[in-house]
């Protein structure tokens, strides 16, 4: 991770979201939410969008490297 890049749980705290809240606005279960954020299960591309909207945050400052492998680029959920 470089400098400049926070993981997606760092962005959720820094926008004052508790994992609840930002699971209800993604659509998801707080323990798969909390799943992502631990990188132990990949999210879907819709999720990440979704939850980098909420925290107000671009998609080049949260870490979504192939080697976190947390990243799905497809619209199958999980």
Do not use: C
């Amino acid at each position: 991770m470089s400098p400049r890049e926070i993981s997606l749980r760092t962005a959720r705290l820094l926008s004052g979201y508790t994992l609840k809240e930002a699971a209800a606005h993604a659509g998801i279960s707080v323990s798969v939410l909390s799943e992502f954020e631990k990188k132990s299960w990949e999210t879907t591309l819709n999720v990440a969008i979704s939850l980098l909207e909420l925290y107000q945050v671009s998609v080049d400052v949260v870490n979504f490297s192939e080697k976190s492998n947390n990243l799905k680029r497809n619209s199958q959920a999980i």
